[in-house]
């Protein structure tokens, strides 16, 4: 069974940014359609980006434009990076399978807070 570890949250201002990493173990990561889920509290988690193995990205709206997504497969890695953050992308971040794929466990995931 894969294990996927997040970090790289934190506090930040509005308008900060922040990169997130997510290193996985026991998953043939190059093959795997990856993506970054939030949980805002009170809310449902929610897919943010998502990259394929071929590198081929897609964003929510509400993120469009702002954040990136990207992969190393040699590191088996996926990183968020996060621009011009908004109190409401404020959520527990967590990397997994992309939707169509079979999810792996969900790891601790990573707290970002955006607040000033």
């Known amino acids: 069974q894969g294990q996927l570890v997040e970090s790289g949250g934190g506090l930040v201002q509005p308008g900060g940014s922040l990169r997130l990493s997510c290193v996985g173990s026991?998953?043939?990561?190059?093959?795997?359609?990856m993506g970054w889920y939030r949980r805002a509290p009170g809310k449902q988690r929610e897919l943010v980006a998502s990259?394929?193995?071929?590198?081929?990205?897609n964003y929510g709206d509400s993120v469009k434009g702002r954040f990136t997504i990207s992969r190393d497969n040699a590191k088996n890695t996926v990183y968020l990076q996060m621009n011009s953050l908004k109190p409401e992308d404020t959520a527990v971040y967590y990397c997994n399978a992309a939707p169509e794929f079979v999810q792996y466990s969900w790891g601790q995931g990573t707290q970002v807070t955006v607040s000033s």
């Open positions: 990259i394929s193995g071929g590198g081929n990205t």
């Open positions: 026991g998953i043939i990561f190059s093959i795997n359609a």
